[in-house]
């Protein structure tokens, strides 16, 4: 079982910066890819980026060149230093994490954590 505590939301202006950290805890053996979505009102939930435990990336065309994806395997926590932020990135920003573990390979998701992006 895998617990994803998401931090660092909030209201910025447009052309601002914020930053997301999230932790994860629990029993498990490692965690594979680590990553962030988001999903806004009435719409699907999207990749923004995820890395994996070597440190490779993949970034959503609307994050790159803003948004940086950063990992810590010692501590089990993954950031995502987002800038220029823009009207259209306001959402719902949810910490994903796949991790291998006794009880068999699974998807962990957080809570989910508020971004808006307003004058």
């Known amino acids: 079982q895998v617990q994803l505590v998401e931090s660092g939301g909030g209201l910025v202006q447009p052309g601002g910066s914020l930053r997301l950290a999230c932790a994860a805890s629990?029993?498990?053996?490692?965690?594979?890819?680590m990553g962030w979505y988001r999903q806004a009102a009435g719409m699907e939930r999207e990749l923004v980026a995820r890395?994996?435990?070597?440190?490779?990336?993949k970034y959503a065309d609307s994050a790159k060149g803003r948004f940086t994806i950063s990992r810590d395997n010692a501590k089990n926590t993954v950031d995502l230093q987002m800038n220029s932020l823009k009207p259209e990135d306001t959402a719902v920003y949810y910490c994903?994490?796949?991790?291998?573990?006794?009880?068999?390979?699974?998807?962990?998701w957080g809570q989910g954590t508020q971004v808006t992006v307003s004058p």
């Open positions: 994903y994490a796949y991790a291998y573990s006794n009880m068999g390979n699974a998807d962990y």
């Open positions: 890395i994996t435990s070597s440190g490779s990336t």
């Open positions: 629990g029993t498990f053996f490692s965690i594979g890819y």
